[in-house]
Protein backbone atom coordinates (compact mmCIF):
# COMPACT_ATOMS: atom_id res chain seq x y z
CA UNK A 1 0.00 0.00 0.00
CA UNK A 2 1.34 3.37 -1.19
CA UNK A 3 1.06 6.31 0.81
CA UNK A 4 0.14 9.51 -1.05
CA UNK A 5 3.14 11.34 0.86
CA UNK A 6 5.58 8.98 -0.59
CA UNK A 7 5.15 9.55 -3.98
CA UNK A 8 5.50 13.37 -4.57
CA UNK A 9 8.69 13.47 -6.65
CA UNK A 10 7.61 12.55 -9.88
CA UNK A 11 4.48 14.66 -11.64
CA UNK A 12 3.85 13.00 -15.04
CA UNK A 13 1.66 15.48 -17.22
CA UNK A 14 -1.89 14.51 -18.58
CA UNK A 15 -2.43 12.48 -21.24
CA UNK A 16 -3.46 13.41 -24.28
CA UNK A 17 -7.42 12.31 -23.57
CA UNK A 18 -7.60 14.63 -21.35
CA UNK A 19 -5.86 18.20 -22.65
CA UNK A 20 -4.72 20.17 -20.07
CA UNK A 21 -6.48 23.96 -20.14
CA UNK A 22 -4.50 27.02 -19.53
CA UNK A 23 -5.42 30.11 -18.33
CA UNK A 24 -2.72 33.01 -18.03
CA UNK A 25 -4.34 35.00 -16.56
CA UNK A 26 -4.70 32.57 -13.49
CA UNK A 27 -1.54 30.07 -13.60
CA UNK A 28 1.04 29.84 -15.79
CA UNK A 29 1.05 25.76 -16.18
CA UNK A 30 -0.97 23.16 -16.88
CA UNK A 31 -3.03 21.00 -13.98
CA UNK A 32 -0.34 18.53 -12.83
CA UNK A 33 -1.38 14.80 -12.00
CA UNK A 34 0.51 12.16 -9.80
CA UNK A 35 -0.75 8.74 -9.79
CA UNK A 36 -1.35 7.41 -6.07
CA UNK A 37 -0.95 3.84 -6.62
CA UNK A 38 -2.28 1.25 -9.40
CA UNK A 39 -5.53 0.66 -8.26
CA UNK A 40 -6.89 4.03 -7.00
CA UNK A 41 -6.22 7.89 -6.09
CA UNK A 42 -4.25 10.60 -8.22
CA UNK A 43 -2.47 13.67 -6.56
CA UNK A 44 -2.96 16.90 -8.67
CA UNK A 45 -0.99 20.16 -8.61
CA UNK A 46 -0.46 23.34 -9.68
CA UNK A 47 -4.23 24.14 -9.03
CA UNK A 48 -6.35 26.32 -7.12
CA UNK A 49 -9.70 24.97 -6.51
CA UNK A 50 -10.85 28.61 -5.90
CA UNK A 51 -9.47 29.51 -9.35
CA UNK A 52 -11.46 26.32 -10.65
CA UNK A 53 -15.30 27.12 -9.80
CA UNK A 54 -14.76 30.15 -12.10
CA UNK A 55 -13.19 27.81 -15.38
CA UNK A 56 -16.26 25.29 -16.44
CA UNK A 57 -13.62 23.41 -18.44
CA UNK A 58 -11.44 23.22 -15.58
CA UNK A 59 -14.02 21.98 -14.14
CA UNK A 60 -14.85 19.39 -16.49
CA UNK A 61 -11.61 17.99 -16.86
CA UNK A 62 -10.67 18.03 -12.59
CA UNK A 63 -14.54 15.38 -13.04
CA UNK A 64 -12.88 13.08 -15.53
CA UNK A 65 -10.14 12.60 -13.52
CA UNK A 66 -12.75 12.15 -10.87
CA UNK A 67 -14.48 9.27 -12.45
CA UNK A 68 -10.97 7.67 -13.78
CA UNK A 69 -9.50 7.39 -10.48
CA UNK A 70 -11.70 7.72 -8.22
CA UNK A 71 -10.17 9.84 -5.29
CA UNK A 72 -8.58 13.26 -6.16
CA UNK A 73 -6.22 14.76 -3.48
CA UNK A 74 -5.85 18.27 -3.49
CA UNK A 75 -3.09 19.90 -1.57
CA UNK A 76 -2.13 23.65 0.23
CA UNK A 77 -5.73 24.24 -0.51
CA UNK A 78 -5.79 27.38 2.03
CA UNK A 79 -9.75 28.62 1.37
CA UNK A 80 -12.50 29.27 3.64
CA UNK A 81 -15.61 27.02 4.25
CA UNK A 82 -17.50 28.80 2.11
CA UNK A 83 -15.05 28.31 -0.78
CA UNK A 84 -14.83 24.70 0.09
CA UNK A 85 -18.48 24.88 -0.66
CA UNK A 86 -18.84 26.89 -3.85
CA UNK A 87 -15.85 24.80 -4.93
CA UNK A 88 -18.20 21.03 -4.26
CA UNK A 89 -21.11 22.85 -6.24
CA UNK A 90 -19.61 23.01 -9.34
CA UNK A 91 -20.14 18.95 -9.56
CA UNK A 92 -23.84 18.39 -7.90
CA UNK A 93 -26.32 19.90 -4.87
CA UNK A 94 -25.28 19.74 -1.87
CA UNK A 95 -26.81 17.67 0.72
CA UNK A 96 -26.86 18.17 4.57
CA UNK A 97 -26.27 15.39 6.94
CA UNK A 98 -29.59 13.90 8.30
CA UNK A 99 -28.16 13.31 11.60
CA UNK A 100 -25.09 15.51 12.55
CA UNK A 101 -23.97 19.12 12.02
CA UNK A 102 -23.63 21.67 9.74
CA UNK A 103 -20.82 24.36 9.71
CA UNK A 104 -22.33 27.73 10.55
CA UNK A 105 -20.64 29.62 8.00
CA UNK A 106 -21.49 26.90 5.21
CA UNK A 107 -24.54 25.23 6.12
CA UNK A 108 -23.87 22.46 3.36
CA UNK A 109 -20.40 21.65 5.38
CA UNK A 110 -20.37 18.51 7.78
CA UNK A 111 -18.32 19.40 10.39
CA UNK A 112 -16.22 16.61 11.63
CA UNK A 113 -14.21 18.09 14.88
CA UNK A 114 -12.37 15.71 17.34
CA UNK A 115 -10.80 16.40 20.60
CA UNK A 116 -11.32 19.90 20.74
CA UNK A 117 -12.10 20.55 24.18
CA UNK A 118 -9.97 17.83 26.10
CA UNK A 119 -12.02 16.77 29.06
CA UNK A 120 -15.49 17.81 28.42
CA UNK A 121 -17.66 15.30 27.89
CA UNK A 122 -18.47 13.90 24.18
CA UNK A 123 -21.68 15.10 22.32
CA UNK A 124 -23.79 12.08 20.97
CA UNK A 125 -22.90 13.26 17.39
CA UNK A 126 -19.20 12.85 18.11
CA UNK A 127 -19.86 9.79 20.32
CA UNK A 128 -21.84 8.18 17.59
CA UNK A 129 -20.17 9.11 14.28
CA UNK A 130 -16.28 7.47 14.03
CA UNK A 131 -15.61 6.60 11.03
CA UNK A 132 -12.12 3.90 11.82
CA UNK A 133 -14.25 1.20 9.53
CA UNK A 134 -15.11 0.59 6.01
CA UNK A 135 -17.71 2.25 4.73
CA UNK A 136 -19.38 4.42 1.93
CA UNK A 137 -20.87 7.70 3.21
CA UNK A 138 -25.22 7.59 4.07
CA UNK A 139 -25.95 4.35 2.09
CA UNK A 140 -29.29 4.01 4.19
CA UNK A 141 -30.50 6.71 2.56
CA UNK A 142 -32.65 5.35 -1.00
CA UNK A 143 -30.40 8.30 -2.75
CA UNK A 144 -26.97 8.07 -1.17
CA UNK A 145 -24.34 10.74 -1.59
CA UNK A 146 -22.46 10.42 -5.26
CA UNK A 147 -19.64 11.93 -3.75
CA UNK A 148 -17.74 14.37 -1.05
CA UNK A 149 -14.94 17.31 -0.64
CA UNK A 150 -13.25 16.86 2.42
CA UNK A 151 -10.80 19.25 4.11
CA UNK A 152 -8.78 19.20 6.52
CA UNK A 153 -8.70 22.60 8.66
CA UNK A 154 -6.83 21.21 11.46
CA UNK A 155 -4.73 17.61 11.97
CA UNK A 156 -2.80 15.93 14.27
CA UNK A 157 1.00 15.88 14.55
CA UNK A 158 0.88 12.68 12.99
CA UNK A 159 -1.86 9.86 12.48
CA UNK A 160 -5.37 10.78 11.48
CA UNK A 161 -4.58 8.95 8.21
CA UNK A 162 -7.81 8.03 5.67
CA UNK A 163 -7.74 5.04 3.76
CA UNK A 164 -9.73 4.45 0.51
CA UNK A 165 -10.66 1.65 -1.20
CA UNK A 166 -11.70 0.98 -4.89
CA UNK A 167 -14.97 -1.23 -4.88
CA UNK A 168 -14.96 -1.54 -8.66
CA UNK A 169 -11.77 -3.99 -8.52
CA UNK A 170 -13.11 -5.44 -5.37
CA UNK A 171 -16.31 -6.42 -7.97
CA UNK A 172 -13.56 -7.06 -10.79
CA UNK A 173 -11.67 -9.70 -8.52
CA UNK A 174 -14.22 -11.96 -7.00
CA UNK A 175 -14.16 -15.07 -8.41
CA UNK A 176 -16.85 -15.97 -11.30
CA UNK A 177 -19.09 -18.13 -8.91
CA UNK A 178 -19.44 -15.28 -5.96
CA UNK A 179 -20.24 -12.95 -9.21
CA UNK A 180 -23.15 -15.26 -10.29
CA UNK A 181 -24.47 -15.83 -7.00
CA UNK A 182 -24.39 -12.09 -5.99
CA UNK A 183 -26.35 -11.04 -9.79
CA UNK A 184 -29.62 -9.78 -9.17
CA UNK A 185 -29.60 -9.29 -5.27
CA UNK A 186 -30.66 -6.61 -2.97
CA UNK A 187 -29.27 -5.53 0.12
CA UNK A 188 -30.58 -3.50 3.05
CA UNK A 189 -28.70 -0.33 4.40
CA UNK A 190 -30.07 0.96 7.97
CA UNK A 191 -28.57 3.35 10.14
CA UNK A 192 -30.85 2.27 13.43
CA UNK A 193 -28.09 -0.54 14.38
CA UNK A 194 -25.11 2.65 13.53
CA UNK A 195 -26.22 5.85 14.62
CA UNK A 196 -29.03 4.54 16.45
CA UNK A 197 -27.05 1.61 19.07
CA UNK A 198 -26.61 3.71 22.13
CA UNK A 199 -29.62 5.97 22.18
CA UNK A 200 -32.28 5.24 24.76
CA UNK A 201 -34.91 2.67 23.28
CA UNK A 202 -37.66 5.42 22.33
CA UNK A 203 -35.06 7.90 20.51
CA UNK A 204 -33.45 4.86 18.90
CA UNK A 205 -37.20 3.80 17.34
CA UNK A 206 -37.88 7.34 16.46
CA UNK A 207 -34.72 7.52 14.37
CA UNK A 208 -35.42 4.30 12.62
CA UNK A 209 -38.94 5.82 11.87
CA UNK A 210 -37.63 9.39 10.47
CA UNK A 211 -34.81 7.25 8.54
CA UNK A 212 -36.28 3.92 7.17
CA UNK A 213 -33.54 1.10 6.02
CA UNK A 214 -33.24 1.48 2.17
CA UNK A 215 -32.89 -1.14 -0.14
CA UNK A 216 -29.44 -1.12 -2.83
CA UNK A 217 -28.18 -3.56 -5.56
CA UNK A 218 -25.68 -5.44 -4.36
CA UNK A 219 -23.87 -4.82 -7.76
CA UNK A 220 -24.12 -1.53 -8.53
CA UNK A 221 -24.18 -0.20 -12.09
CA UNK A 222 -21.93 3.57 -11.81
CA UNK A 223 -24.49 5.53 -13.58
CA UNK A 224 -21.53 7.75 -15.60
CA UNK A 225 -19.23 5.33 -15.97
CA UNK A 226 -21.37 1.89 -16.72
CA UNK A 227 -18.72 -0.12 -14.55
CA UNK A 228 -19.83 -2.59 -12.04
CA UNK A 229 -19.33 -1.71 -8.33
CA UNK A 230 -19.58 -4.25 -5.32
CA UNK A 231 -22.01 -1.80 -3.43
CA UNK A 232 -21.86 -3.19 0.56
CA UNK A 233 -20.66 -1.60 3.39
CA UNK A 234 -20.08 -2.98 7.04
CA UNK A 235 -21.57 0.37 8.42
CA UNK A 236 -25.04 0.15 7.12
CA UNK A 237 -25.26 -3.15 5.06
CA UNK A 238 -27.27 -5.23 7.33
CA UNK A 239 -28.50 -8.14 4.81
CA UNK A 240 -29.61 -9.26 1.65
CA UNK A 241 -33.35 -8.62 0.67
CA UNK A 242 -33.73 -11.66 -1.82
CA UNK A 243 -31.71 -14.37 -0.91
CA UNK A 244 -32.69 -17.74 -1.06
CA UNK A 245 -30.94 -21.65 -2.08
CA UNK A 246 -33.71 -24.06 -1.88
CA UNK A 247 -31.30 -26.51 -3.52
CA UNK A 248 -29.23 -27.08 -0.68
CA UNK A 249 -31.33 -26.48 2.01
CA UNK A 250 -31.96 -29.46 3.97
CA UNK A 251 -33.76 -27.74 7.40
CA UNK A 252 -34.24 -24.22 7.89
CA UNK A 253 -31.17 -23.62 10.41
CA UNK A 254 -29.02 -23.70 6.84
CA UNK A 255 -30.69 -20.58 5.35
CA UNK A 256 -29.44 -17.85 7.39
CA UNK A 257 -25.59 -18.84 8.13
CA UNK A 258 -25.12 -19.17 4.09
CA UNK A 259 -26.24 -15.51 3.74
CA UNK A 260 -24.63 -14.22 6.36
CA UNK A 261 -21.00 -15.79 5.42
CA UNK A 262 -21.29 -14.21 2.22
CA UNK A 263 -22.43 -10.94 3.79
CA UNK A 264 -19.55 -11.30 5.57
CA UNK A 265 -17.28 -12.28 2.78
CA UNK A 266 -18.39 -9.37 0.18
CA UNK A 267 -18.03 -6.93 3.03
CA UNK A 268 -14.21 -7.94 4.18
CA UNK A 269 -13.34 -7.40 0.66
CA UNK A 270 -12.58 -3.51 0.96
CA UNK A 271 -9.80 -3.97 3.37
CA UNK A 272 -7.47 -5.82 0.45
CA UNK A 273 -4.50 -3.85 0.31
CA UNK A 274 -4.02 -3.98 -3.41
CA UNK A 275 -7.35 -2.29 -3.97
CA UNK A 276 -6.28 1.05 -1.54
CA UNK A 277 -4.75 3.92 -1.14
CA UNK A 278 -3.52 5.99 2.40
CA UNK A 279 -3.86 9.73 2.72
CA UNK A 280 -1.61 11.35 5.18
CA UNK A 281 -3.51 14.53 5.62
CA UNK A 282 -1.88 18.25 5.77
CA UNK A 283 -3.51 21.54 6.98
CA UNK A 284 -5.64 21.90 3.71
CA UNK A 285 -5.10 19.06 2.00
CA UNK A 286 -8.54 18.41 0.43
CA UNK A 287 -9.86 14.70 -0.97
CA UNK A 288 -12.55 14.64 -3.25
CA UNK A 289 -13.93 11.02 -3.92
CA UNK A 290 -16.90 8.65 -5.79
CA UNK A 291 -18.98 7.72 -2.70
CA UNK A 292 -20.34 5.14 -5.46
CA UNK A 293 -17.18 3.83 -6.33
CA UNK A 294 -14.89 4.02 -2.77
CA UNK A 295 -15.37 2.86 0.20
CA UNK A 296 -13.26 4.80 3.11
CA UNK A 297 -11.51 4.29 6.72
CA UNK A 298 -10.91 6.95 8.84
CA UNK A 299 -7.67 5.85 11.01
CA UNK A 300 -8.37 6.81 14.80
CA UNK A 301 -5.01 6.27 15.82
CA UNK A 302 -4.14 9.98 17.36
CA UNK A 303 -5.53 10.09 20.66
CA UNK A 304 -6.46 13.13 22.28
CA UNK A 305 -4.99 15.16 19.66
CA UNK A 306 -7.45 18.23 17.74
CA UNK A 307 -8.61 17.10 14.35
CA UNK A 308 -10.80 19.55 12.50
CA UNK A 309 -12.25 18.55 8.83
CA UNK A 310 -15.23 19.99 6.95
CA UNK A 311 -16.88 17.90 4.33
CA UNK A 312 -19.10 18.90 1.46
CA UNK A 313 -21.87 15.85 0.63
CA UNK A 314 -22.74 15.83 -3.32
CA UNK A 315 -26.26 14.55 -3.37
CA UNK A 316 -26.81 11.48 -5.62
CA UNK A 317 -30.19 10.03 -6.72
CA UNK A 318 -31.98 6.91 -6.45
CA UNK A 319 -29.90 3.86 -7.10
CA UNK A 320 -33.00 1.61 -8.16
Not at 197 to 207: F, K, S, T, Y
Amino acid sequence: MTTVAAAQDTLSPLTPSAPAIIRSSVRQHSIKVELCTPAIGAELSNISLVDATRDPEMIAQIRALWLKHKVLFFRDQDITPMEQQNFALQFAELESHPLAPSHPEADKLLTLYRNLEPGKPKSYVEKASRENLWHADVTFKNAPPRGAVLRCELGPDTGGDTLFSNMVMAYDNLPDTIKQRIEGLYAKHGAEQSFGAQLPREDRLAMALKTPAAEHPVVLVHPETGEKVLFVNSAFTTHFSNFFNFEDIRYGQDFMPEAHHLMNYLTSQAAIPEYQVRLKWRTNTVAMWDNLQVQHYAVADYGNAPRKMLRATLAGSSLT
